[in-house]
């Protein structure tokens, strides 16, 4: 089984047209939750100083996770400073709680009308 996770931390305003995209492209599943962090823009003004961001989990198969990572990127760019990141890692292992299984590759191909060949990093533009 060759399986990656997905992480990424973006900020809340962008979760629509992260989500819209995602779901475009055939992602069937995520989780997101509240995070709250520090990058390299430092926030004097915020008390606490840690910025709210949402952080966004998925898995999918090896084949996928480039292609996904980039579209997140994309999407959730604006042009300022500290806005996330994208983390790919590899998972061992996997199962599904519903149906007391392994998953499988298959189980994470991409349901949408296309695989996004026109997604490239924010370098490429």
């Not at 949402?54 to 999918?60: E, F, R």
Request: net charge negative.
């Amino acid at each position: 089984m060759s399986l990656k996770k997905v992480t990424a931390i973006f900020d809340e305003l962008r979760l629509h047209d992260v989500e819209t995209a995602l779901l475009d492209l055939g992602v069937a599943g995520y989780t997101v939750y509240p995070v709250k962090g520090r990058g390299k823009y430092y926030d004097h003004f915020n008390e606490g100083r840690l910025v709210p961001h949402l952080q966004m989990d998925l898995y999918t198969n090896t084949e996928n996770a480039e292609t996904i990572a980039k579209l997140i990127m994309n999407t959730a760019h604006v042009n300022a400073d500290s806005e996330g990141l994208v983390c790919i890692s590899p998972v061992d292992e996997l199962y599904w709680i519903h149906g007391l299984r392994p998953s499988s590759e298959q189980d994470f191909d991409l349901k949408g009308s296309s695989t996004r060949n026109d997604v490239v990093s924010p370098d490429e533009n």
